[in-house]
């Protein structure tokens, strides 16, 4: 038990570590770009690489989840929306020293994303295949993304007052949610496996 206990309490210790982190850099100032046509929302929940994320809309329905598999090596994922049908899937792919995440959506368009992100603070990043760029923190889930004529698509910062991790999706193009639900799903994901090799590389030191 005396073992247990105290792999608990590691293991919140460096959950707690992370959600300050990621606290910290969403105070991050983004562009403001107004009032946005609606909001999308959702939870970072550090600390299960399987559990299920949602997005959820303005009266808390459940607009999209995800399914994951349960082997963890193989780093696959559907989006679903509300009437379970797959929107996008998730895989990951360890290239070099950086795991290079496959997003490939329902009409067949594809795009990646790189770990590499999370060494990049304050910092402009491409979405090659879509000709997007993502501005601002990405630990602390607060950035604006934008399209290939610099129009902002989505902004997506942390609640203002929020006891549960809670982060906001201002949409301003409404016609590619699929899109902007994909990527913030990912880089969920991505911040959870984070947090799991960092609570593993606590186990051995």
């Known amino acids: 038990m005396g073992f247990l206990s105290d792999l608990k309490k590691l293991g919140e210790a460096v959950s707690g570590e992370i959600n300050k982190t990621a606290d910290d850099f969403s105070k991050t100032t983004i562009e403001d770009y107004g009032t946005p046509e609606y909001t999308l929302y959702t939870a970072l929940k ?8 949602n997005i959820t809309d303005e009266a808390e329905n459940v607009k999209y989840y995800t399914k994951s598999s349960i082997i963890a090596i193989k780093g696959k994922t559907d989006i679903m929306d509300a009437g379970g049908n797959v ?20 009409d067949g368009t594809h795009f990646t994303l790189s770990n590499e992100l999370f060494h990049i603070i304050d910092d402009i990043t491409r979405i090659d295949e879509l000709g997007w760029q993502l501005r601002g923190n990405f630990i602390g889930l607060t950035f604006n993304l934008l399209d290939e004529n610099d129009e902002p698509i989505a902004t997506v910062r ?7 991790n809670k982060y906001c999706i201002d949409m301003y193009q409404p016609e590619l949610e699929p899109f902007v639900v994909a990527i913030v799903i990912q880089l969920e994901k991505m911040l959870e496996a984070r947090q799991e090799n960092q609570s593993h590389n606590h186990d051995h030191e």
């Open 87 to 106: 929107i996008a899937h998730l895989e990951k792919k360890p290239i070099s020293l950086h795991e290079i995440h496959y997003v490939t959506m329902a």
């Open 46 to 53: 550090l600390g299960d690489i399987h559990s299920r994320i």
């Open 158 to 164: 942390k609640q203002a007052v929020s006891i549960h």
